[in-house]
Each structure stands twice: as structure tokens, then as C-alpha cells.
């Protein structure tokens, strides 16, 4: 049974940085993805990773503040998030699947597996 458990969320002031952290258990996957669901809006699918093939994408609002990455002997998946904004504010999930999503990396029912989110509040 694949697990996927979330930390690293938290409070922190604009401008500043956080990195959540997934990590699976009992397979490797195929792609990994970070979505987003801020209160009143639909859940926003904001970067991914396949792995095999290194394929990264980005959504628009956090390309060039956010970095993905994997470390493969932890089998986890890392969400680095600077220069953060106030509108970055939601709960944060990681989900994966062992199919290669390539362009198709934003659709949410394409994604088997879901950790359990982390919220991240930015705030004064």
C-alpha cells in the first residue's frame, strides 16, 4: 500500500521561505505532484516531476520561486518555496502515480495516491 505523508508547513512572514517535504512509501512512482487548495477555490495543481525521466513542470504563479526536487535514496519529494506571497496561503497536498503524466501533469483524477496536505499561512 503506497503512503504519502506530508511536513514542513507552517507560518511564515511574506518574503520568506519553507520547504515541505512528501514521502512515499511502498513504491516508486511515476510522477510526483504539488497541488494547492486555498479557502473558497478549487484545487490548483502548482508543479511536478516524472521522475524516470526528469521531466519538471511549473504553474505560471510560482515558476522562478519554487523548485521541486527528489532525493531517490529517501524516495521523497521536496517542495522549495521562496520569496513567498501572501496569495501563496492554502493547504498544500503532494499526490503520485506510476504513470508518466508528461503535459497532462495538471489534472488532478490522473493521480492515484494523495498525502494528507500541510497547511502554510503567510502572514505578518
Known amino acids: 500500500q503506497v503512503q504519502l505523508v506530508e511536513s514542513g508547513g507552517g507560518l511564515v512572514q511574506p518574503g520568506g521561505s519553507l520547504r515541505l517535504a512528501c514521502a512515499a512509501s511502498g513504491f516508486t512512482l511515476g510522477t510526483w505532484g504539488w497541488f494547492r487548495e486555498a479557502p473558497g477555490k478549487e484545487r490548483e495543481a502548482i508543479s511536478s516531476m516524472s521522475s524516470s525521466i526528469g521531466l519538471i513542470y511549473y504553474a505560471d504563479s510560482v515558476r522562478g520561486r519554487f523548485t521541486i526536487s527528489r532525493d531517490i535514496a529517501q524516495n521523497t519529494v521536496y517542495l522549495q518555496m521562496n520569496s513567498l506571497k501572501p496569495e501563496d496561503t492554502a493547504v498544500y497536498y503532494c499526490?503520485?502515480?506510476?504513470?508518466?503524466?508528461?503535459?497532462?501533469?495538471?489534472?488532478?483524477?490522473?493521480?492515484?495516491?494523495w498525502g494528507q496536505g500541510t497547511q502554510v499561512t503567510v502572514s505578518l
Open positions: 499526490a503520485a502515480t506510476r504513470a508518466l503524466l508528461r503535459s497532462m501533469w495538471r489534472q488532478r483524477f490522473r493521480y492515484d495516491y
